[in-house]
């Protein structure tokens, strides 16, 4: 029975399978190139490279599984990035001048703005009956729009405090970053994939009119994801605000691209319905910690969208060879059979 | 409360004009666009009966169901429960209502588990909003023994069979634990054993615990077993209700078409005796074909049968290159053939009429001439270019001999009725001029009238020198057509029968396995 | 009488009305605030930015088609921009850059299109991952440097006039009539629709699919070279972010065009109509001179207001 059911999981997630075992060599791979690896400053480092990618990654699952697409989410995050590193000492002046009151008001009002941008794009998709790829195209532009309105010029003030809160370690052992990851998992994540709402974003990814034939509520589940997407996209905003102390709206960001690609490297499925959380963080931490690797061994960075480009194209076509190779194993059984016969 | 039931109980009791019905339609009025589906049409349905509803493809019978579910919303009309109206406007106010749907399409989340699907949008929660997964694989599993299913409720419903799938859906429906269930074509994926389950639950849940049915089957024989009561819809208009077994059968199909129906008895084609259109030696695939020999003789109707899920499907999609057989030898004409995909197939004149017309025989949003000559471009153009004059050849001459109702073959294809959607999938196979067809089940879902015309229209091809693998679910099709029936048990010829052979009682003991077989070996 | 009340309500319910209603719209908007804008020499101006992003997206338009999307425009045009103008320089022979970024061309195109047709990719995920892979190859080819030219013959394509109408824009107008014939007269353009609508029934209706998409993917890419060597004419030099302002404008134009992004549905008159919407909108946001921060916001705006107004879904139904 236990058997059985650890069968079926692994059947379930078959898709993520793959990506562990790319991350696992590339950690490998890692701890063999990176002289303090196996001391605190390891993890905190590799921690502080994959957390924006896993953050953005975790907001594009999102929308993904409702079989939709953010093309968005690169350029919300430079928004909330830019509101984060203009509106911080203001904020900060107008509470009184305690950078802690001002870091949390600030970090509270991005958060609020990510949300609201998210649930525009709800909005557009679920009012405007539009497709996704082409509301989050359009809101893209104007994120990004925005962005430039809000800082004409990259630049900011953000004390170097919060930088250090954000990308250093709690009791100067366990990297922030990981803590960061933990909580966007258990505070947002398994409570929101554990509700009705996250049932039913599988459920409408899966099959849009069989979820309303069921009598779920897509309209709403819908607004939920994406009002969650636009809080990933805002936090992650907050955590490149604290990496680069500053706000950069012409900052080139691969963050669309690179979500989109992570969360298709973890399983998830463009067409929706499929896709999970461990796996879509592995897939971002494969594509940040190529980046890393390829440092380490002194390639040349013109390198680094090739390799992202290729591990992508060959985890896809993972499914297609197994397949193909199942089906020649298959065949050559039965006529081996039939010979013994 | 009690009495009810009972009263209920007898079907159709005279004292029923005094008693409320448990679900009651009135002056329903629905319009799609400028097509009229239902026009001032009404139903009543009593506590302890199952009411079927009757009427051609575009009759209007499934918009009425779809209305009572709240998935379609209606024009005009009122809706009543035990005598007080109710206003159902979503699916969400059906279910508080305690009506639960069961409809032809599956609406299953394929990458959900057979638990998961079961609670769908009903799943118990703790005080958080958090989903109790445990819960929910624990009930199911109960739930699932309780009513007698042997399925699994951890596994993925992608990897069940058609028929599971059906199963699963019934199951989801039966959990909600409705006073009204409505089965709208619920019956055509599953095999007769299945069959013979829902009807024992239907008999359980009407006349133990006097819940109400509304049953939507196009199968006679079906409908003969479970109805009490019956309502004809003819047209988007109410007919009449009557208690089953006071028509005849063929007063029914009067009242149905509107006309006398047609006596349906056909010359079953024996093809040539010594010309082999098709031959297959010892062909194997995967799991679900053993050792398939099996010959057809050129202008016959040979039929498939069995329950579903024996491999018959899988047979005619591999003859058609779609899978392609792992081992075994193929002849066509006498001359070996490989089919790897369907244009090996077609090369050399094999060509399938799909089971599932909507998702593998038509693109329902492109228009009815693209959908016709969509398998014989090469026959319409000149080196890669379209010719209109040649393409309205085409299409006029498979309208015309399909007799396909149609203003325009510009309109979509997914704005004809079922039967007329048939037609052109069959038309569009016809075109290629391909001399052995295989149809698979192609009378699955549609009315009566175009049935009896795919017969003659098959007796008529034979006589032109086609071919024809007919497998149907059907039975009383293939009695009606076919000297020479294969009977499929566990991917395997069980039994191949013919002429006087050819019976029901044969072609039930062969498929369930218990015949001994005569193909054996 | 009724027959022909039915019509006009089918016309101006049609996407070809409401285009050309909203670029006469945009074009005497513009004219009013700049009287300039209405003389032919600003109109041809305007037409030769159109024709770029219009040969872009003959290609982008046929992906579209066939239910996918290309996220690659960007460096499919750059790379192949950057390859003419390198080999020509090199081999100091102008048709050699041509042969190589036509090559170029046809191999992207084979890339994506056996990685969609044969591994089963989803195209927007195959050609993002392309599009990586170019833009390293872009880096590598050039090696950081980029250096090279237009030939003579490339910049009077995109310089020069032949009866005060420019050589590039007849070029656009010749193979967007030639992809409109390709649509509607063949049976290639068929089994675009076909695929488009459902790979499964075209399967099963005995059509290559996987032939008919790496066609498609050949088709495209090629035709998004043509569009990287007409702009190193229109620039003169290369430049590594080219492309970059054609990747979603292209998706934009072909929506507005009424193609539907699900595939199956539309046309490429309809995307040039869009393509032209979209550079007189920007032709009206320069007049206002508007900040670029304001362009793009106007800019997404007007692409949402456009699509609200008729490029909306059907209502859930069952």
């Known amino acids: 029975m236990r058997n059985e059911r650890t069968k079926l999981f692994l059947k379930r997630n078959a898709e993520c399978v793959v990506a562990y075992c ?55 995050i430079i928004f909330t990035n830019c509101v984060a590193a203009t509106i911080y000492m203001p904020v900060t002046n107008a509470l009184g001048g305690s950078i802690v009151v001002g870091g949390v008001a600030t970090i509270v009002i991005v958060l609020l703005v990510g949300v609201l941008a998210g649930l525009f794009n709800g909005c557009m998709v679920v009012y405007g009956r539009l497709q996704p790829i082409v509301v989050t195209l359009a809101t893209g532009s104007i994120f ?194 039939k010979e013994a016969n | 409360m009690k009495q009810i039931i009972e009263e209920g109980a007898a079907g159709a009791a005279p004292g029923q004009e005094t008693m409320v019905p448990l679900i009651e339609t009135a002056h329903i009025s629905k319009r799609f666009g400028g097509i009229v589906a239902l026009n001032d049409a009404q139903m009543k349905c009593y506590r302890g009966e199952t009411h079927v ?32 109206k109710i206003d159902i406007n979503s699916a969400q106010d059906a279910q508080a209502h305690k009506i639960a749907a069961v409809f032809q399409e599956l609406s299953l989340i394929q990458d959900l588990s057979v638990a998961e699907n079961i ?176 010959k057809l003789k050129k202008g016959e109707i040979l039929g498939i049968a069995g329950l579903s899920g024996h491999g018959q499907v899988e047979l005619l999609h591999a003859l058609f290159g779609d899978g392609e057989f792992d081992t075994g030898e193929i002849y066509v004409d006498g001359k070996q053939v490989r089919l790897r995909n369907e244009r090996e197939a077609l090369s050399h004149g094999i060509v399938l009429i799909p089971e599932d017309r909507k998702n593998d025989g038509l693109i329902l949003s ?60 069959i038309a569009k196979a016809l075109s290629t001029k391909a001399k052995i067809v295989l149809l698979s089940d192609p009378t699955r879902g549609i009315d009566i009238g175009t049935k009896t015309e795919i017969y003659h229209l098959m007796a008529q091809l034979t006589q032109e020198g086609y071919s024809i693998v007919f497998y149907s679910t059907e039975m009383s099709e293939l009695l009606l057509l076919c000297n020479r029936v294969l009977v499929f048990y566990e991917g395997r010829i069980a039994a191949e029968l013919e002429g006087d052979q050819v019976t029901e009682k044969n072609i039930i003991t062969q498929s369930i396995g218990v015949g001994g077989g005569t193909n054996e070996k | 009488m009724a027959a022909k009340s039915l019509d006009w309500k089918a016309v101006v319910k049609s996407t070809g009305l409401r285009l050309v209603v909203m670029m006469v719209g945009l074009y005497l908007v513009s004219g009013i605030l700049e009287p300039n804008y209405l003389q032919p020499s600003h109109i041809m101006s305007t037409l030769v930015l159109c024709c770029f992003l219009g040969i872009i997206c003959i290609g982008q338009t046929l992906i579209i088609l066939t239910g996918g999307a290309d996220l690659s ?27 190589a970024a036509m090559l170029v061309g046809v191999l992207m195109g084979l890339f994506k299109g056996v990685g969609v047709a044969y591994l089963k990719i989803t195209p927007m995920v195959m050609t993002l991952a392309t599009n990586s892979i170019l833009m390293s190859a872009t880096f590598l080819y050039t090696q950081g440097v980029l250096k090279g030219e237009s030939t003579a013959v490339v910049t009077a394509l995109a310089k020069d006039s032949f009866l005060g109408i420019r050589y590039c824009v007849l070029l656009w107008v010749a193979l967007g009539i030639a992809t409109i014939f390709l649509l509607k007269k063949t049976t290639f353009g068929r089994k675009i629709f076909a695929v488009g609508c459902s790979p499964r029934v075209t399967d099963l209706s005995g059509i290559n699919t996987q032939v008919v998409l790496v066609g ?40 507005i065009g009424g193609t539907s992004i699900l595939g199956g549905h539309g046309g490429y008159l309809g995307t040039m109509g869009g393509v032209v919407i979209i550079y007189l909108i920007q032709s009206i946001l320069i007049i206002l001179n508007i900040a670029e921060a304001g362009r793009e916001i106007v800019n997404g705006a007007i692409i949402l207001i456009i699509l609200l107004a008729y490029g909306r879904g059907k209502k859930q139904s069952a």
Not at chain 1, 57 to 73: K, N, R
Not at chain 2, 268 to 285: D, H, I, R, Y
Request: aromatic residues 8%; neutral net charge; contains cysteine.
């Open chain 1, 22 to 76: 790319v991350l696992a060599v590339v950690l490998v791979l890692f701890a063999a190139n990176q002289a303090d690896f196996f001391t605190v400053y390891g993890p905190q480092s590799i921690f502080n490279q994959v957390i924006t990618l896993c953050i953005a990654a975790l907001g594009q699952t999102v929308i993904v599984l409702t079989s939709g697409i953010d093309l968005s989410v690169g350029n919300l």
């Open chain 1, 144 to 337: 990004s729009g925005l962005a430039r309105y809000v800082r004409p010029t990259p630049g900011g003030d953000v004390p170097s405090e919060f930088a250090r809160f954000f990308t250093g370690r709690i009791f100067d052992v366990f990297p922030m970053s990981a803590l960061i990851l933990l909580l966007a998992i258990f505070l947002i994540w398994i409570p929101y994939r554990k509700s009705r709402a996250g049932q039913a974003l599988y459920a409408i990814g899966g099959n849009e009119k069989a979820a309303f034939l069921n009598g779920i509520k897509i309209n709403r589940s819908k607004l939920i994801a994406y009002s969650i997407a636009g809080l990933c996209a805002a936090i992650c905003g907050v955590l490149l605000t604290a990496q680069t102390r500053s706000g950069d709206p012409t900052a080139a960001n691969n963050f669309t691209n690179n979500s989109i690609a992570a969360a298709v490297l973890g399983g998830a499925s463009l067409a929706g319905g499929k896709g999970s959380y461990f796996g879509s963080i592995a897939g971002a931490m494969i594509l940040s910690l190529i980046v890393g690797l390829l440092i380490f061994w002194g390639i040349s960075s013109y390198y680094q969208n090739l390799v992202q480009g290729i591990i992508l194209i060959l985890a896809l076509s993972v499914g297609f060879f197994t397949e193909f190779f199942k089906q020649k194993r298959e065949r050559a059984q039965a006529v081996a059979g």
């Open chain 2, 53 to 84: 509803l009757i009427g051609e493809n575009g009759a209007g019978k499934s918009t009425m169901v779809k209305i009572i579910c709240g998935v379609t919303a209606r024009d005009s009309g009122d809706i009543y429960m035990e005598g007080q």
């Open chain 2, 119 to 294: 609670f769908l949008a009903n799943e118990p929660r703790n005080r958080f909003g958090r989903i109790n997964f445990r819960q929910i694989y624990d009930k199911a599993q109960a739930f699932l023994q309780e009513i007698g299913l042997d399925l699994n409720p951890r596994v993925m419903v992608r990897n069940l069979t058609l028929c599971q799938m059906q199963l699963v859906e019934i199951a989801k429906a039966l959990y909600k634990d409705p006073d009204v269930l409505i089965l709208d074509e619920a019956t055509s994926a599953l095999g007769e054993k299945e069959v013979k389950w829902l009807f024992d639950m239907m008999h359980k849940l009407t006349k133990e615990q006097g819940k109400g049915i509304l049953f939507i089957s196009h199968r006679m024989d079906e409908l003969r077993q479970v109805a009490d009561r019956a309502t004809i819809f003819r047209d988007a208009r109410y007919v009449m209700t009557f208690p089953w077994g006071e028509l005849e059968d063929e007063e029914i199909v009067e009242h149905i078409s509107g006309k006398k129906s047609a006596e349906t008895s056909l010359e079953k084609p024996k093809g040539s005796e010594t010309e082999t259109a098709l031959e297959l030696v010892n062909a194997s695939k995967g799991t679900c074909l053993h050792n398939l020999n099996l």
């Open chain 2, 366 to 425: 492109r228009s009815i001439g693209e959908n016709i000559t969509m398998m014989c471009l090469k026959s319409i153009s000149n080196s890669g270019v379209l010719s209109g004059k040649k393409e309205k050849g085409v299409i006029a001459d498979a309208v015309e001999r399909m007799s396909i109702k149609v203003h325009s073959a510009d309109l979509p294809v997914g704005s004809l009725s079922g039967g007329n959607q048939q037609k052109v999938v």
């Open chain 3, 73 to 99: 425009v960007a460096y499919s045009v750059t790379f192949s921009a950057c390859v003419f103008a390198q080999t020509t320089k090199e081999t100091g022979n102008g048709w050699i850059g041509f042969a």
């Open chain 3, 216 to 255: 498609v993917y050949v088709i495209a890419s090629v035709m998004m070279a043509v569009a990287g060597i007409l702009l190193i004419g229109h620039l003169g030099y290369p430049n590594y972010t080219m492309g970059d302002s054609y990747q979603l404008i292209s998706i934009a134009a072909v929506v």
